[in-house]
C-alpha cells in the first residue's frame, strides 16, 4: 500500500534518507496507536473517490473487514442527505465531493444497516504538480454519542417536558415554516388559540402537583382529537396553540372547536379530587386573517380575547372590527370605575311570568350603563370587562344594594333575581355582600334570588358549595342562568341547593322549527327539574308560537319580550299600578328563522357593478336589504358582507325598492351571536388579480379586483335611502 501520511520531504542524501524512514516509521507507529485508540481515523479515497484506505479500526465499528470497504465510492458510504428531522442538518455531500471542496468538521451519517452512525470527517483535495486531483485525504471520527445528546437537548428545547407537546419556540418555528410554504403553495392554514378557564382555582385550591397533572390530561385530550390533523402546542401556564393545516371551512373549524371546548371541560379526576375546567378558543387563518406568522398569532389571540370577554367556554373566529373592540375596551374599563361611583348605573327589571296564568313571580335586576357619550352601553358589553378588571365586584356590590331598595318598593309577594358573576364567588365573599344588602334595605332573603352560572362550579367547588349553602340557610334563592350553554357537567345539579333553572335563550330560540332537537332538550331539562323538585323557567320568549309551544313542554316559568322588556323602576311601578300583576302575552305569532334586525351598510355586486344597499334583517338563510329599485325575482346577486365574505343569494321577495333575498349556502355562527361565511374571498385570489398580498382588509374591496374592466350599464336604480332611515 502507498505510504499515505508521508509528507514530501525537502531533505536529500542517504543520511536525510534514513532519518527520513525512521521518521516516517515513528509517524506510523504513532498514528497506529492514535488509530487503535478510535481517537480517530483515517481514509483515502482516489481520483474517482473510490476508498483506498481506511483505519480498520473504523471497517470494525462498522463490523466489516477492512479489505471488505476498500473500493468502495464515497457517495455510497454515506447517506445523501445526511440532515434529520431535528434539523442539525448537513450540506449535500455528493455536491462536496464532486466540487472537490475541502472538508472540515462536516458531520455525516454512514449508510448502514441497524442503527445509527454518525462520524465528523475532514479532508483535503489533493493536487498534483499539473493540477490533476488525485483524491481525498482526510480523517473522521465517532460523533453518534455527540449527536445523541445534541437531540436530546434540541428536543428539550422544542417539547414541553410536562405534557410532551411542542413548546412555544417549536410552535412558532413550525408555524413560520408552514406558513411560508404554504404561501407559494396557496394554503390555508388555521391556527386555534386556548386558554383554560378557572385554572388558576385549581391550581390554589388542590396544588401544583394537581395542575400540572391537569394539564397533562389536556393535553391528551386535544392531542384525541386533533391527532394527525395537526400540531398541538402548550406554550406556557395554561395557554395552549392548535395548528391545522389546509382547513379554512369555518364551519369546520367550530365544529372542532366545539369538541375541544367540550372535551376540556368534561370533569377531571385528580389524585382522589374532582375538577372542572372550561376553556375558550380563539380562532385565525391563514391568509384570510394573516400571511405572517406573528399577524396571525395575533389574529388568534385577540379572538381569544373576545371568546373569553363574551362568556367563558366559547369559540371566536377572528375579525377585523376584533381591532376596533380592543381599543373600546380599554376605554370601557377607564371609564367603568368612574360611572359606578356616578351614578351611571341603572337597574331595569324584567318580570318573570307563571306560565299557568301568566302572574308576574319575580323580576330580574339587569344593569344598564349610560355613558355620558356614549349612551346606552350593554351589560353584555361591559360585564364581561368589569369580569376581567375585577370592577366587578363593585358593580356586583351595587347592583346588590340597589335590587334590594328598589324591591321594597313593590308588592309584597314578588321577588327580585340579581344575576352574581361567577368571578365574584372567587373574588369576594358573596353571602357577606348579600347580607349587608338585605339588612340596609330590609328586604325579606326569601323575596331574593340569585342568579349564577354554571360555570360557579369549575375550579373549587367545595369553595362555591359552602357559600351557596351559606346562601340557602340565610333563606335566598338560586337560580341556574343560562343553562345548558356551559359545562355540560351534569353532577352539581343534585347536589347544589338550588331553586330553578333557567333554560338558555338558545334552546328557546328556533324551537318551533322542523329542523332541532330543541324541543326534546327543552323536555329533559323541565323533568330533570321536576324530579329535583325546582322550577323552570324559559328565557328569550319572542313569538306567541314559541310561547304556546313552551307551556305545553311543561316550563313552570317564562320570561320574554313575549310579555315585557325589562322596565325601569318608575316605569315598573307604573306597570303594576295600573295593570296589577297579570302580563298579556303579545308579538309575533311565529318565531322567523332566527331574523335578527340590523341595520348595516354592504355591497351587492350583480353583472359587474356594485350597488350600496342597507341590510335590514340577517339569518342564516337570507337577508332583507334596501336600496335597490325594483329588483325582479330569482335575479342572482352576490351580497358581500365585508372581510372577504360573499354571499351567493337569490331575489324571493321585491317591492319597490326592498328585497328579500335568499342564500345558497346557510351561514354559520361566528361562536358569539353573529354570523359569518364559510369560505372567504382568498387572498391569493386578490392578490393574482393584482392587489399586495395581504390579510382580507375590513369592509369591501371587491370593485379593486377589475380594475380596468369595461363596464356595463348598471341594470337597477341605486336609491338613496340614508334620510328615510334616520325619519324612521
Ligand atoms: P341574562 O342573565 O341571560 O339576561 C337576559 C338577557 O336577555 C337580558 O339582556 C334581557 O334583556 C334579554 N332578553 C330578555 N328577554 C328577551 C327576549 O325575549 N328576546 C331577546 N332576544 N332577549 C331577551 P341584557 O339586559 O342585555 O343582559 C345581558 C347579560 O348581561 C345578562 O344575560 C347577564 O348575563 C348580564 N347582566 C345583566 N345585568 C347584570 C348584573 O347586574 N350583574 C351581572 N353579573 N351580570 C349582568
Ligand atoms: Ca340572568
Ligand atoms: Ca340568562
Same mark, same amino acid.
Not at 488509530?35 to 481515523?41: K, R, S
Not at 374532582?274 to 398569532?297: K, M, N, Q
Not at 311565529?590 to 341590510?615: E, K, P, Q
Given at each position: 500500500?502507498?505510504?499515505?501520511?508521508?509528507?514530501?520531504?525537502?531533505?536529500?542524501?542517504?543520511?536525510?534518507?534514513?532519518?527520513?524512514?525512521?521518521?516516517?516509521?515513528?509517524?506510523?507507529?504513532?498514528?497506529?496507536?492514535?488509530?487503535?485508540?478510535?481517537?480517530?481515523?483515517?481514509?483515502?479515497?482516489?481520483?474517482?473517490?473510490?476508498?483506498?484506505?481506511?483505519?480498520?479500526?473504523?471497517?470494525?465499528?462498522?463490523?466489516?473487514?477492512?479489505?471488505?470497504?476498500?473500493?468502495?465510492?464515497?457517495?455510497?458510504?454515506?447517506?445523501?442527505?445526511?440532515?434529520?428531522?431535528?434539523?442539525?442538518?448537513?450540506?449535500?455531500?455528493?455536491?462536496?465531493?464532486?466540487?472537490?471542496?475541502?472538508?472540515?468538521?462536516?458531520?455525516?451519517?454512514?449508510?448502514?444497516?441497524?442503527?445509527?452512525?454518525?462520524?465528523?470527517?475532514?479532508?483535503?483535495?489533493?493536487?498534483?504538480?499539473?493540477?490533476?486531483?488525485?483524491?481525498?485525504?482526510?480523517?473522521?471520527?465517532?460523533?453518534?454519542?455527540?449527536?445523541?445528546?445534541?437531540?436530546?437537548?434540541?428536543?428539550?428545547?422544542?417539547?414541553?417536558?410536562?405534557?410532551?407537546?411542542?413548546?412555544?419556540?417549536?410552535?412558532?418555528?413550525?408555524?413560520?415554516?408552514?406558513?411560508?410554504?404554504?404561501?407559494?403553495?396557496?394554503?390555508?392554514?388555521?391556527?386555534?388559540?386556548?386558554?383554560?378557564?378557572?385554572?388558576?382555582?385549581?391550581?390554589?385550591?388542590?396544588?401544583?402537583?394537581?395542575?400540572?397533572?391537569?394539564?397533562?390530561?389536556?393535553?391528551?385530550?386535544?392531542?384525541?382529537?386533533?391527532?394527525?390533523?395537526?400540531?398541538?402546542?402548550?406554550?406556557?401556564?395554561?395557554?395552549?396553540?392548535?395548528?391545522?393545516?389546509?382547513?379554512?371551512?369555518?364551519?369546520?373549524?367550530?365544529?372542532?372547536?366545539?369538541?375541544?371546548?367540550?372535551?376540556?371541560?368534561?370533569?377531571?379526576?385528580?389524585?382522589?379530587?374532582?375538577?372542572?375546567?372550561?376553556?375558550?378558543?380563539?380562532?385565525?387563518?391563514?391568509?384570510?386573517?394573516?400571511?405572517?406568522?406573528?399577524?396571525?398569532?395575533?389574529?388568534?389571540?385577540?379572538?381569544?380575547?373576545?371568546?373569553?370577554?363574551?362568556?367563558?367556554?366559547?369559540?371566536?373566529?377572528?375579525?377585523?372590527?376584533?381591532?376596533?373592540?380592543?381599543?373600546?375596551?380599554?376605554?370601557?374599563?377607564?371609564?367603568?370605575?368612574?360611572?359606578?361611583?356616578?351614578?351611571?348605573?341603572?337597574?331595569?327589571?324584567?318580570?318573570?311570568?307563571?306560565?299557568?296564568?301568566?302572574?308576574?313571580?319575580?323580576?330580574?335586576?339587569?344593569?344598564?350603563?349610560?355613558?355620558?357619550?356614549?349612551?346606552?352601553?350593554?351589560?353584555?358589553?361591559?360585564?364581561?370587562?368589569?369580569?376581567?378588571?375585577?370592577?366587578?365586584?363593585?358593580?356586583?356590590?351595587?347592583?346588590?344594594?340597589?335590587?334590594?331598595?328598589?324591591?321594597?318598593?313593590?308588592?309584597?309577594?314578588?321577588?327580585?333575581?340579581?344575576?352574581?358573576?361567577?368571578?365574584?364567588?372567587?373574588?369576594?365573599?358573596?353571602?357577606? @355582600?348579600?347580607?349587608? /344588602? !338585605? =339588612?340596609? *334595605? #330590609? $328586604?325579606?332573603?326569601?323575596?331574593?334570588?340569585?342568579?349564577?352560572?354554571?360555570?360557579?362550579?369549575?375550579?373549587?367547588?367545595?369553595?362555591?358549595?359552602?357559600?351557596?349553602?351559606?346562601?340557602?340557610?340565610?333563606?335566598?334563592?338560586?337560580?341556574?342562568?343560562?343553562?345548558?350553554?356551559?359545562?355540560?357537567?351534569?353532577?352539581?345539579?343534585?347536589?347544589?341547593?338550588?331553586?330553578?333553572?333557567?333554560?338558555?335563550?338558545?334552546?328557546?330560540?328556533?324551537?318551533?322549527?322542523?329542523?332541532?332537537?330543541?324541543?326534546?332538550?327543552?323536555?329533559?331539562?323541565?323533568?330533570?327539574?321536576?324530579?329535583?323538585?325546582?322550577?323552570?323557567?324559559?328565557?328569550?320568549?319572542?313569538?306567541?308560537?314559541?310561547?304556546?309551544?313552551?307551556?305545553?313542554?311543561?316550563?313552570?316559568?317564562?320570561?320574554?319580550? @313575549?310579555?315585557?322588556? /325589562? !322596565? =325601569?323602576? *318608575? #316605569? $315598573?311601578?307604573?306597570?303594576?299600578?295600573?295593570?296589577?300583576?297579570?302580563?298579556?302575552?303579545?308579538?309575533?305569532?311565529?318565531?322567523?328563522?332566527?331574523?335578527?334586525?340590523?341595520?348595516?351598510?354592504?355591497?351587492?355586486?350583480?353583472?359587474?357593478?356594485?350597488?350600496?344597499?342597507?341590510?335590514?334583517?340577517?339569518?342564516?338563510?337570507?337577508?332583507?336589504?334596501?336600496?335597490?329599485?325594483?329588483?325582479?325575482?330569482?335575479?342572482?346577486?352576490?351580497?358581500?358582507?365585508?372581510?372577504?365574505?360573499?354571499?351567493?343569494?337569490?331575489?324571493?321577495?321585491?317591492?319597490?325598492?326592498?328585497?328579500?333575498?335568499?342564500?345558497?349556502?346557510?351561514?354559520?355562527?361566528?361562536?358569539?351571536?353573529?354570523?359569518?361565511?364559510?369560505?372567504?374571498?382568498?387572498?391569493?385570489?386578490?392578490?393574482?388579480?393584482?392587489?399586495?398580498?395581504? /390579510? !382580507?382588509?375590513?369592509?369591501?374591496?371587491?370593485?379593486?379586483?377589475?380594475?380596468?374592466?369595461?363596464?356595463?350599464?348598471?341594470?337597477?336604480?341605486?336609491?338613496?335611502?340614508?334620510?328615510?332611515?334616520?325619519?324612521?
Amino acid at each position: 500500500m502507498r505510504n499515505l501520511f508521508s509528507r514530501q520531504s525537502g531533505a536529500t542524501g542517504t543520511e536525510a534518507r534514513v532519518s527520513g524512514e525512521m521518521e516516517a516509521r515513528e509517524r506510523l507507529a504513532l498514528l497506529d496507536q492514535f488509530e487503535q485508540a478510535a481517537l480517530g481515523w483515517f481514509w483515502a479515497t482516489d481520483a474517482d473517490n473510490h476508498l483506498i484506505y481506511l483505519s480498520s479500526s473504523a471497517a470494525s465499528q462498522l463490523g466489516r473487514a477492512q479489505g471488505e470497504l476498500l473500493g468502495t465510492s464515497l457517495s455510497a458510504m454515506f447517506l445523501p442527505d445526511s440532515s434529520d428531522e431535528d434539523g442539525l442538518e448537513a450540506r449535500p455531500l455528493a455536491f462536496q465531493f464532486s466540487a472537490r471542496n475541502s472538508i472540515s468538521d462536516m458531520p455525516v451519517r454512514l449508510a448502514v444497516d441497524g442503527g445509527e452512525i454518525w462520524w465528523s470527517i475532514s479532508a483535503r483535495p489533493q493536487i498534483d504538480g499539473e493540477g490533476n486531483f488525485l483524491g481525498y485525504r482526510g480523517s473522521a471520527k465517532d460523533i453518534t454519542a455527540v449527536r445523541q445528546s445534541q437531540r436530546d437537548a434540541s428536543r428539550l428545547a422544542q417539547y414541553d417536558s410536562l405534557t410532551g407537546l411542542a413548546n412555544r419556540h417549536r410552535m412558532t418555528k413550525r408555524l413560520t415554516a408552514t406558513l411560508t410554504a404554504y404561501k407559494s403553495a396557496k394554503r390555508s392554514c388555521a391556527l386555534l388559540m386556548l386558554d383554560l378557564d378557572r385554572f388558576k382555582a385549581v391550581n390554589d385550591t388542590l396544588g401544583h402537583p394537581a395542575g400540572d397533572e391537569l394539564l397533562k390530561q389536556v393535553a391528551q385530550r386535544l392531542e384525541r382529537i386533533v391527532g394527525t390533523r395537526g400540531e398541538i402546542g402548550r406554550l406556557g401556564g395554561d395557554e395552549f396553540q392548535i395548528m391545522l393545516p389546509d382547513i379554512d371551512d369555518r364551519g369546520r373549524l367550530g365544529e372542532i372547536a366545539n369538541s375541544v371546548i367540550q372535551m376540556v371541560s368534561q370533569p377531571y379526576s385528580l389524585d382522589g379530587s374532582r375538577a372542572i375546567i372550561g376553556t375558550s378558543v380563539g380562532i385565525a387563518i391563514a391568509p384570510y386573517d394573516g400571511i405572517e406568522t406573528d399577524e396571525l398569532v395575533s389574529s388568534a389571540d385577540l379572538a381569544l380575547y373576545a371568546a373569553k370577554g363574551g362568556g367563558r367556554g366559547q369559540y371566536r373566529f377572528f375579525s377585523s372590527e376584533l381591532k376596533d373592540g380592543a381599543r373600546l375596551r380599554r376605554q370601557i374599563e377607564e371609564d367603568l370605575r368612574d360611572a359606578i361611583q356616578t351614578d351611571q348605573l341603572e337597574l331595569h327589571f324584567q318580570p318573570i311570568v307563571r306560565a299557568s296564568d301568566h302572574t308576574v313571580t319575580c323580576l330580574e335586576a339587569l344593569v344598564r350603563w349610560n355613558h355620558p357619550e356614549r349612551g346606552f352601553i350593554s351589560p353584555g358589553e361591559f360585564v364581561p370587562v368589569a369580569e376581567e378588571t375585577n370592577l366587578i365586584n363593585a358593580l356586583g356590590e351595587w347592583v346588590m344594594r340597589r335590587a334590594c331598595m328598589d324591591a321594597m318598593q313593590w308588592p309584597e309577594p314578588l321577588r327580585v333575581a340579581v344575576n352574581v358573576s361567577a368571578i365574584q364567588f372567587s373574588g369576594t365573599d358573596v353571602p357577606k @355582600v348579600v347580607r349587608t /344588602a !338585605l =339588612d340596609r *334595605s #330590609g $328586604l325579606d332573603p326569601a323575596r331574593l334570588e340569585l342568579e349564577i352560572t354554571e360555570s360557579v362550579f369549575l375550579g373549587d367547588p367545595e369553595g362555591t358549595g359552602r357559600m351557596l349553602k351559606d346562601l340557602k340557610k340565610m333563606g335566598v334563592r338560586l337560580a341556574l342562568d343560562d343553562f345548558g350553554t356551559g359545562y355540560s357537567s351534569l353532577g352539581y345539579l343534585s347536589s347544589a341547593p338550588l331553586d330553578k333553572i333557567k333554560i338558555d335563550r338558545s334552546f328557546v330560540n328556533g324551537l318551533t322549527e322542523d329542523e332541532n332537537n330543541n324541543a326534546a332538550i327543552i323536555t329533559a331539562i323541565v323533568s330533570l327539574a321536576g324530579a329535583l323538585k325546582m322550577e323552570t323557567v324559559a328565557e328569550g320568549v319572542e313569538a306567541l308560537d314559541e310561547l304556546a309551544t313552551i307551556t305545553e313542554l311543561g316550563a313552570s316559568h317564562v320570561q320574554g319580550y @313575549v310579555f315585557s322588556k /325589562a !322596565l =325601569d323602576q *318608575s #316605569g $315598573l311601578i307604573e306597570r303594576l299600578e295600573t295593570g296589577g300583576l297579570k302580563f298579556e302575552p303579545h308579538g309575533p305569532a311565529r318565531h322567523r328563522a332566527d331574523r335578527r334586525s340590523t341595520y348595516r351598510r354592504v355591497g351587492v355586486i350583480h353583472g359587474d357593478h356594485r350597488y350600496d344597499v342597507v341590510m335590514k334583517n340577517l339569518s342564516k338563510s337570507g337577508a332583507g336589504i334596501e336600496g335597490m329599485l325594483d329588483v325582479p325575482l330569482d335575479t342572482p346577486l352576490v351580497l358581500d358582507l365585508g372581510g372577504g365574505q360573499l354571499v351567493v343569494s337569490r331575489v324571493v321577495r321585491s317591492e319597490g325598492y326592498a328585497q328579500g333575498l335568499e342564500f345558497e349556502q346557510n351561514l354559520i355562527s361566528d361562536g358569539a351571536d353573529g354570523l359569518c361565511t364559510r369560505h372567504r374571498i382568498s387572498p391569493y385570489a386578490l392578490a393574482s388579480a393584482g392587489m399586495p398580498l395581504a /390579510a !382580507l382588509p375590513p369592509g369591501s374591496y371587491l370593485p379593486a379586483m377589475t380594475p380596468d374592466a369595461p363596464r356595463s350599464k348598471p341594470q337597477f336604480l341605486q336609491v338613496d335611502l340614508s334620510h328615510a332611515n334616520k325619519a324612521a
